[in-house]
């Protein structure tokens, strides 16, 4: 591909992006001069692409909506991103796999052969996500979230009446599509799986969205995963003194907490989980001595366990001689 129809390419894709652009925005961001991009529009409009001026002080073009666009042109970045993602449609958990497969082959057919055999060398194994959410379901939420319209639908238990929720968001979360919506029976926040749900039409009136309790939609659905209500946090967080290495074990601490290295034998951890002995269960999972250093609820959490543990084991007759091993 010619540096001009590379140029080109590049000045679709900006305009694809955002319909409006500054004339001398396009002109820094392809690192040229406004005539060549006057130049290169013209071009565009000659191959079909319906390219408005756009007045005013700045000045600048405008990709109109609802044009009859030309075949499919897609630069190397692009090519290989539809690749990826269309491949990657099954780990999704969207029931659109037939789909997806059936639009790869597709758009292969119009890319030149250089691209197809780019595209044509990016193949992967994935796992497939077993929970399915019917396209059909998905458009429907998305659709009431844009118009801030009360969707009902039915959630699990058939013999219950429709729920009334005010949706606000669509989020997907480790391998699961949710709604968060205001439950209007519950007068409360809830987040719904997209796969148990059953949209019911006709939809309820519009709403005013309310403020969410949260920065935004994926901030309170991690926080509620976490016990919390609404920072990405968990609601204990504790510290304690590990003897491993530290390189041996920030690896599985991950997002969950910290490792300072101490000496080469030993590290402090700090990590949370839901409940303190769930911090206790975190670090006895690395089969190491530790010493825990607080706060005061984990310290108690701690003799509280280990007074458990002492209690569950059974008790050791050393009268009894024990029989060799053969």
Same mark, same amino acid.
Do not use: M, N
């Given at each position: 591909m010619t540096g001009s129809s590379s140029r080109m390419l590049a000045l679709l894709s900006l305009l694809q992006m955002r319909r409006d652009r500054p004339g001398a925005v396009l002109a820094e %961001?392809?690192?040229?001069?406004?005539?060549?991009?006057?130049?290169?529009?013209?071009?565009?409009?000659?191959?079909?692409?319906?390219?408005?001026?756009?007045?005013?002080?700045?000045?600048?073009?405008?990709?109109?909506?609802?044009?009859?666009?030309?075949?499919?042109?897609?630069?190397?970045?692009?090519?290989?991103?539809i690749a990826v993602a269309l491949q990657s449609v099954p780990a999704s958990g969207i029931d659109i796999d037939e789909g997806a497969a059936r639009a790869l082959a597709t758009v292969r057919q119009v890319m030149p052969s250089r691209l197809r055999h780019r595209v044509d060398g990016i193949r992967f194994a994935g796992v497939e996500n077993p929970t399915r959410v019917d396209p059909g379901v998905l458009e429907t939420v998305s659709a009431a979230v844009r118009d801030r319209v009360v969707l009902r639908f039915d959630y699990g238990d058939a013999d219950r009446p429709a729920r009334r929720a005010e949706p606000h968001a669509v989020v997907a979360r480790e391998g699961r599509w949710y709604l968060l919506a205001w439950d209007l029976d519950a007068d409360d926040w809830r987040t719904f799986r997209l796969d148990r749900l059953v949209p019911r039409v006709p939809h309820g009136p519009a709403f005013t969205p309310r403020p969410l309790p949260a920065a935004d939609a994926q901030t309170y659905l991690a926080a509620r995963a976490k016990g919390s209500d609404a920072e990405d946090r968990w609601p204990c967080v504790g510290e304690v003194v590990l003897q491993l290495p530290a390189p041996d074990v920030a690896p599985w601490v991950g997002a969950d907490g910290t490792v300072e290295p101490?000496?080469?034998?030993?590290?402090?951890?700090?990590?949370?989980?839901?409940?303190?002995?769930?911090?206790?269960?975190?670090?006895?999972?690395?089969?190491?001595?530790?010493?825990?250093?607080?706060?005061?609820?984990?310290?108690?959490?701690? %003799?509280?366990?280990?007074? %458990?543990?002492?209690?569950?084991?059974?008790?050791?007759?050393?009268?009894?001689?024990?029989?060799?091993?053969?």
């Open positions: %961001r392809l690192e040229v001069t406004p005539r060549t991009v006057r130049r290169d529009v013209d071009r565009l409009r000659e191959l079909g692409y319906r390219i408005t001026a756009v007045k005013g002080p700045d000045g600048g073009y405008r990709l109109d909506a609802g044009s009859e666009l030309p075949p499919l042109l897609f630069d190397d970045a692009q090519a290989v991103a101490l000496d080469d034998d030993s590290c402090r951890v700090t990590i949370g989980s839901w409940s303190w002995v769930g911090v206790l269960a975190a670090v006895a999972r690395f089969d190491a001595d530790f010493t825990v250093v607080g706060p005061e609820p984990l310290v108690e959490a701690a %003799r509280a366990l280990a007074g %458990r543990f002492a209690a569950a084991s059974p008790p050791v007759d050393w009268t009894t001689p024990r029989r060799p091993l053969p």
